[in-house]
Each structure stands twice: as C-alpha cells, then as structure tokens.
C-alpha cells in the first residue's frame, strides 16, 4: 500500500488548490479515505472523509471551501481548496481507514492506518 500526495503550494488568500493523492496497492473504492492536515505546533485533523458509497463529511472550518472526491479509475483522491485562507497553511496529508465497505467514515487520525508523506500548503495574506 503506497499514497503519495501532490499538488501543493504557495497561493495568496483567496485563491485556490487542487491536491491529489494517487493510492497504490488496493482498491480505493473499498476504503474510506481521508485528507488531514497539520500546522506547525498544532495537531493533526482531520479536514474531509469520503466513504466507499461516496458519502463526505467535513470539518466545520472546512465546509463550503473544500471538495474531497474519488477518482476509482484513476485511483486518485483529490482535495479541491476554495477561498483559501492564512489559517489553512499546513501540510496536508491522504490516508486510508483499514475497516471496508463503510458508509460513515471517522475522521479520527488513529483509525487510519497508511499516509502518505504529504503536501505543503502556504498561504499568504
């Protein structure tokens, strides 16, 4: 199992971000996934799950800014980032929860078991 995260960057508030997770080794339609982020100092949350029947559900300083969604075919997972704010400046990071076929998904760190490295997201106001 392998998840390898691009698309971040250094983007001015207001703008936008695209980041994909391109997942190796099992099927990405079994699996709840998810996308965290950490902050320097600050702990790891999560900010968006998607389930295998495609459920979503994000964080609440997330909402209406943020887009998780799958791809099967291409087995990528991607995180679209709307109106980005100073405060979303983290490194981002997919993962994958090792329980199948779940129609609500956690979005606790622990339940997850594989990561990718992950993707760094600056913004500057």
């Known amino acids: 199992v392998q998840l390898v995260e691009s698309g971040g960057g250094s983007v001015q508030a207001g703008g936008s971000l695209r980041l994909s997770c391109a997942a190796w080794g099992f099927d990405l339609r079994i699996y709840c996934m998810g996308w965290f982020r950490q902050a320097p100092g600050k702990e790891r949350e999560g900010v968006a799950v998607?389930?295998?029947?495609?459920?979503?559900s994000y964080a609440d300083s997330v909402k209406g800014r943020f887009t998780i969604s799958r791809d099967n075919a291409e087995r990528t997972l991607y995180l679209e980032i709307d109106s980005l704010k100073s405060e979303d400046t983290a490194m981002y990071y997919c993962?994958?929860?090792?329980?199948?076929?779940?129609?609500?998904?956690?979005?606790?760190?622990?339940?997850?078991?594989?990561w990718g490295q992950g993707t760094q997201v600056t913004v500057s106001s």
């Open positions: 993962a994958r929860d090792p329980r199948k076929w779940r129609q609500y998904c956690s979005s606790v760190t622990a339940d997850f078991d594989y």
């Open positions: 998607i389930s295998s029947d495609g459920t979503t």
